[in-house]
Structure formats: structure tokens, C-alpha cells
């Protein structure tokens, strides 16, 4: 597997950055794992993206599937001019109704719900959903290649159950939405930090990557208030990161 950053800051893309988005390349096979603002630019980089084999939405916030309605049109374009023949499957949460029904597109993009606990597979490699705190219903991704596993925390409230989802994962993708010191009063379905970084500890992670950035926050202070929680291999998030399990 290998799993390569295409966006990583949030709630609004860095200058030539995008909010989440990241490349799973399983077995030959092409895997979009949320699809934000500045992400299709980017995976523009590597290939053309109605190459892609499927995308896989965590949730159905803007910052995670804006892009998706640009992928409609490329996907559909080529589709049209005989370089692809079959639709594109994404496979995302049926609620908010209002945002789902708007994922499948003519007969280039079909849309396919996931449920808590579900799998499907590709390339070699299983990807299981797991519910996560969070506003709307939002799914992280267990995604298994023989020994190797990869868990994508996408959206989650520190309340989320990453215990029972895996142990010891190889890379763990957490999001550190907030420096501790900036997180709000009231519980608003994200991680800051040094939460994400006790997460990581606690599951036995043994590598962090830690995501969903604010754009205006430094580097070193990110990776001060990590280290202050885990000891493991970690780095932060940044668009081109890549790691091969």
C-alpha cells in the first residue's frame, strides 16, 4: 500500500494546498480517500483523474467532498470521449440526504452508502468503516493489506472508540484540528493535537500522521504540543507526503 497526502489543511486550503484529501494505491488499484477544495489539482499530478477506481468519502462536509463535483465533469468528459467506460463508484454516508443525492452524476459517477462495520475491497487491501464522533454520521477507515494496516481517523471527537477499532496500526492519520489551547468549550467532533497525539499513544500507533491543519498555525508549535504525547514516529501532514507500507 501506499498512501500519499494530496490536502491536508482545514476548514480552508493554504496557498497551493487543499483541504482533506489522500491517494491509496492498492494493488494496482487507484483509491481517492476524500476529495476537498484543491485536492483534484493536485492528484492531477500523478495521473489523470478519471483514472481513479474509486473514491471513498468519510463524510459529507464540504472541506472533504467539494472537489467531487468537479471530478463529476472530468469523469463524464471522459467517459464521453471513449477514455473511460464505466462509471465511477463512490462509495459515502447517505446522510445529509441533501449533499448525498448529489454524489452520482448521469452515468459517470454512481454512489454506493456505507454502514457502520461494513467492508469492501480493492487491489488486495480491505477497507473497513467505523463510526466516529462527529456532527453527521462520519466513517474512519481500517484499511488492511495482509499484515500491514493503515486507520484513517478522517472527522472524530476525542469520545471516539479508536480501541475498538484496531491496535498497533502501521500509520495512523489523525486529525489535529486545534493547538489544545484553542479548543473549544463545547464538544465539536474534532481532535486537537495533543489529543490526537494521546489517541495515537493509546492505540499504539507506530507512526502518526497528523492532518486537517489550520493553515495559520507554525509547524514547530504543532509538533511541540505532539511530542508532548507521543514518542513514536510522527510527522504533520503536508501536500506530496508519502509513505509505502
Known amino acids: 500500500m501506499k498512501w500519499t497526502v494530496l490536502g491536508c489543511q482545514s476548514p480552508y486550503p493554504a496557498p497551493g494546498g487543499g483541504t482533506p484529501g489522500y491517494l491509496l494505491e492498492t494493488g ?44 463529476q465533469y472530468a469523469v463524464w468528459t471522459a467517459i464521453r470521449l471513449g477514455k473511460r467506460k464505466s462509471p465511477l463508484t463512490v462509495y459515502a454516508p447517505s446522510q445529509p440526504a441533501g449533499w ?44 488492511r493489506a495482509g499484515e500491514r494496516v493503515i486507520l484513517y481517523g478522517a472527522d472524530a471527537g476525542p469520545s471516539t472508540g479508536w480501541e475498538s477499532m484496531c491496535r498497533n496500526p502501521d500509520l495512523f492519520v489523525c486529525e489535529g484540528s486545534y493547538l489544545h489551547r484553542d479548543t473549544p468549550e463545547r464538544p465539536v467532533g474534532h481532535h486537537s493535537v495533543f489529543q490526537a497525539a494521546e489517541a495515537a499513544r493509546r492505540i499504539g500507533a507506530k507512526r502518526l500522521l497528523i492532518t486537517h491543519l489550520y493553515p495559520e498555525y507554525d509547524f514547530p508549535s504543532l509538533l511541540q504540543e505532539a511530542e508532548s504525547a507521543y514518542n513514536g514516529e510522527l510527522s504533520l501532514a503536508e501536500p506530496g507526503w508519502t509513505l509505502s507500507l
Open 100 to 143: 448525498a443525492d448529489k454524489i452520482a452524476y448521469r452515468r459517470a459517477v454512481t454512489h454506493q452508502p456505507i454502514r457502520e462495520g461494513e467492508s469492501v475491497a480493492f487491489g488486495g487491501c480491505t477497507v473497513t468503516f467505523h463510526r466516529t464522533e462527529h456532527a453527521i454520521p462520519c466513517y474512519a477507515m481500517e484499511i
Open 28 to 71: 494496482g488499484e487507484k483509491i481517492l480517500v476524500d476529495c476537498g477544495s484543491g485536492v483534484l489539482s493536485r492528484l492531477g499530478r500523478y495521473f489523470p483523474p478519471h483514472q481513479l477506481d474509486a473514491v471513498l468519502l468519510s463524510h459529507l462536509h464540504a472541506d472533504h467532498i467539494v472537489d467531487l463535483f468537479v471530478l
